[in-house]
């Protein structure tokens, strides 16, 4: 079972922010949170990762919660390419173990 | 950079045949390679992980005589699906981890969609 859940779908307006939100409350100190996104039919795509701070690049911003128990993944801008399966994952050692994601749908 | 393909993108074959599928590493090496499967819905599952040079470790559920994992370089990898049945139908991806330093990222393959006839 993935370390981590998040809630199954979202809706986003185009042009907004989206707030996607990952509780990871078994996650341990030295294990990063990384964020994947799939578009229908092709591979994940990498986002963005993080241990402790918040991090931001050109796709997104990742805030970690001060006791690392959960992270929001925010896309500042939201288009409609952005419609896809976002994943958070806590790896197991090195292996990714993919929960089901949250399916986020940007609406014109 | 972290560019990985995979060949061939799209297949059908009939069923008892057997396919292979290859994943690179364009611009990097890969020490481990891993090859996942996602069937229509759900999420990508872990079939298993291959380090260059070794045997590829299997999760469990998954035939290793029925998928042949080959990892003979640190930039190739492949899958052998042998003798195909209709419920392999699925989408397998690969992913390459670069070898060394303390990040466990995965840059994935854009994926191969099988369909057993």
């Known amino acids: 079972d993935a370390k981590t859940t998040q809630p199954p779908s979202m809706d986003c307006a185009e042009g907004r922010a989206a707030n996607l939100p990952c509780n990871h409350s078994t996650i341990s100190g030295n294990e990063y949170v990384y964020w994947y996104r799939q578009i229908h039919s092709q591979g994940p795509q990498y986002i963005i990762h993080?241990?402790?701070n918040n991090e931001t690049n050109e796709m997104a911003s990742l805030i970690i919660t001060e006791d690392r128990k959960s992270s929001t993944l925010i896309l500042p801008h939201a288009t409609l390419r952005d419609t896809a399966v976002y994943y958070c994952?806590?790896?197991?050692?090195?292996?990714?173990?993919f929960g089901p994601g949250t399916r986020l749908s940007v609406l014109p | 950079g972290a560019v990985v393909s995979q060949h061939p993108s799209w297949v059908i074959c009939k069923s008892g045949t057997s396919v292979k599928i290859e994943c690179r590493s364009l611009?990097?090496?890969?020490?481990?390679m891993f090859w996942y499967r996602q069937f229509p819905k759900q999420s990508l599952m872990l079939m298993a992980t291959s380090n260059e040079g070794s045997k590829a470790t299997y999760e469990q559920g998954v035939e290793k005589d029925k998928f042949l994992i080959n990892h003979a370089s640190l930039t190739l990898s492949t899958l052998t699906v042998t003798s195909a049945h209709p419920e392999d139908s699925s989408f397998y991806i690969c992913?390459?981890?670069?070898?060394?330093?303390?990040?466990?990222?995965?840059?994935f393959g854009p994926g191969t969609r099988l369909t057993v006839l």
């Open positions: 992913s390459a981890k670069i070898g060394g330093g303390g990040s466990n990222e995965q840059f």
């Open positions: 994952i806590a790896p197991y050692g090195q292996n990714f173990v």
């Open positions: 993080g241990l402790k």
């Open positions: 611009d990097f090496q890969a020490t481990t």
